[in-house]
């Protein structure tokens, strides 16, 4: 357990988390402009993309939240649940901060 407390595998974990969830965000961004697939706005959509990276936002959680590593990978474990269970409200640019923080907390 002790190595989980170590900064450097906490840097790692944030920066795959973050690299999967701008990998997904993007992808879905594009799958919405070709198709005409019917995708519901939700609570969780801003109405423009917030300016912090994905990387940094999961860093300021950390930082301020005290989470543990555990922690970010059960939030994605849930938002990989959601997705699955709501497929009309993809993980977009214009949610994937909102729908974290919540994941997380």
Do not use: W
Not at 47 to 53: D, G
Not at 64 to 81: G, I, M, Q, T
């Amino acid at each position: 357990m002790a190595e989980l407390e170590n900064p450097s595998v906490m840097s790692k974990l944030i920066a795959f988390l973050s690299s999967l969830l701008e990998r997904v965000a993007e992808s879905n961004d594009l799958t919405r402009r070709v198709t005409t697939q019917s995708q519901r706005v939700s609570v969780f959509h801003g109405l423009s993309r917030p300016t912090i990276t994905i990387q940094s936002y999961l860093q300021r959680i950390f930082k301020y939240a005290n989470c543990s590593p555990s922690c970010f990978v059960v939030a994605y474990v849930y938002l990989d649940r959601f997705t699955h269970r709501q497929p009309s409200l993809p993980i977009k640019s214009f949610n994937v901060h909102r729908l974290l923080i919540t994941s997380v907390m």
